[in-house]
């Protein structure tokens, strides 16, 4: 069965510098994975997806993921942190067949002025 | 184009009340989800359905729990007789098919508080 571990439960980044929150995933087939993140009061909305084509996914926002089969991992990264990037961020797994969308434990992060 | 709308947005109930929550997903999606999500954990799948049959309702605590989608548009999902646990975030969401590949379209989400 798939699953993801979301390594850090909470991240603070001062603004400017870079944003690294990680994701491992496991998957008996060949995972779909993705970035959901969610601002206060506000519903969840899809960064990113890697569906096995480039291993390097870009997103909105200035973030992007590295797909690495050999680690199992799925690490958001951004250069530069902003004040609004402030947020709760989840890794979500999915698998061909069984079409369940399986969400992490979510790692917040905190953007220090 | 429309969100997907859910209410009410905030419910709060006794326990071993009964509540019901309401959605309406995006035009035209066939599948629609039903998450929970407990404070401090992520989104727990609940119910899948396509159009209006279920795909998926292995999380959902059937003694309690049910739902339905009407017609394979709106979706209710209902809770009776309520327990502290139940205190959450019901999440919905739909997406325009069922692959594994889907975007998902999340409401505002309806934040239930059990006394």
């Known amino acids: 069965a798939q699953s993801v571990t979301q390594l850090d439960s909470h991240v603070s980044v001062s603004e400017g510098t870079p944003v690294l929150l990680r994701c491992n995933y496991s998957?008996?087939?060949?995972?779909?994975l993705f970035w959901y993140v969610q601002h206060p009061n506000k519903g969840l909305q899809l960064l990113l997806k890697y569906t096995s084509a480039a291993t390097l996914v870009k997103g909105i926002n200035g973030f992007e993921a590295e797909f690495k089969k050999s680690e199992t991992s799925f690490h958001l990264t951004k250069p530069s942190a902003h004040m609004s990037d402030a947020a709760e961020y989840f890794c979500?797994?999915?698998?061909?067949?069984?079409?369940?969308?399986?969400f992490g434990t979510g790692t917040r992060l905190k953007v220090l002025a | 184009e429309a969100g997907v709308a859910q209410s009410p947005r905030y419910k709060i109930i006794e326990k071993r009340q009964s509540v019901a929550f309401w959605c309406n997903p995006i035009s035209g999606h066939a599948t629609l989800y039903w998450y929970q999500q407990i404070l401090g954990q992520g989104p727990k799948l609940l119910i899948q359905f396509q159009n209006n049959g279920v795909v998926d309702d292995s999380q959902l605590p059937k003694d309690r729990f049910s739902a339905e989608r009407l017609k394979g548009v709106d979706s209710t999902l209902k809770i009776q007789p309520a327990k502290l646990e139940d205190s959450a975030v019901y999440l919905c969401?739909?997406?325009?098919?069922?692959?594994?590949?889907?975007?998902?379209?999340f409401g505002s989400g309806t934040q239930l508080s059990v006394l």
């Open positions: 979500v797994v999915s698998e061909t067949g069984t079409y369940k969308y399986i």
């Open positions: 969401a739909s997406s325009l098919g069922a692959s594994a590949n889907e975007k998902l379209f």
């Open positions: 998957s008996s087939y060949s995972p779909s």
